[in-house]
């Protein structure tokens, strides 16, 4: 039942992606926002028909604490439904997260962790990571170093075509 909620809001945002976030705002608030009370409004009447220490009551009683956080994309169109875009973004960090152990120290840790937010950056300019990465190898020794910005990814997506990632 509640999955089935959750998925009729999934659809409604399937609909209104990529429109202006005004639209996006006026159609949240005139479908979603029923199905968000109608959802609400069942997780409180199952409540009362579990036991408190199940684990779907722990679930609903968590989803329930954080209403307001979980609804504000209903009144706001630039926000999305879920952050599973950041969750992507930080796919790659979470699955190397052991071999940061050996960085060798904290600068070490520090450089790495420039280089993941330069390489995403490359592929959130739709740049090929490895190819941006070796342009910028091969002219940073000879560029002057007050003007390496120059060398930044959105500074540099319009000369590297080649480069683009497929959309």
Do not use: C
Not at 19 to 36: I, M, N, T
Not at 129 to 135: K, Q, V
């Amino acid at each position: 039942m509640a999955l089935d909620r959750i998925g009729r809001l999934y659809g409604i945002e399937a609909e209104i992606r990529g429109r202006p976030p005004d639209e996006r705002r006026e159609v949240r608030q005139a479908r979603a926002g029923p199905e968000l009370e109608s959802l609400h409004a069942w997780w409180h009447a199952t409540l009362t028909t579990l036991s408190k220490k199940s684990e779907l009551a722990v679930a609903i009683r968590y989803a329930l604490s954080r209403w307001t956080a979980l609804t504000r994309y209903r009144d706001d169109g630039r926000l999305e439904i879920d952050n599973n875009a950041a969750e992507r973004a930080l796919r790659a960090v979470a699955l190397g997260r052991k071999n940061w152990l050996f960085a060798g120290s904290d600068d070490g840790g520090e450089r790495a962790a420039t280089i993941y937010s330069l390489l995403g950056t490359a592929k959130l300019n739709n740049l090929d990571p490895e190819g941006y990465l070796r342009y910028v190898l091969e002219r940073i020794a000879d560029h002057p170093i007050n003007r390496i910005e120059e060398l930044l990814p959105w500074n540099v997506v319009e000369q590297l075509p080649s480069l683009r990632l497929a959309a």
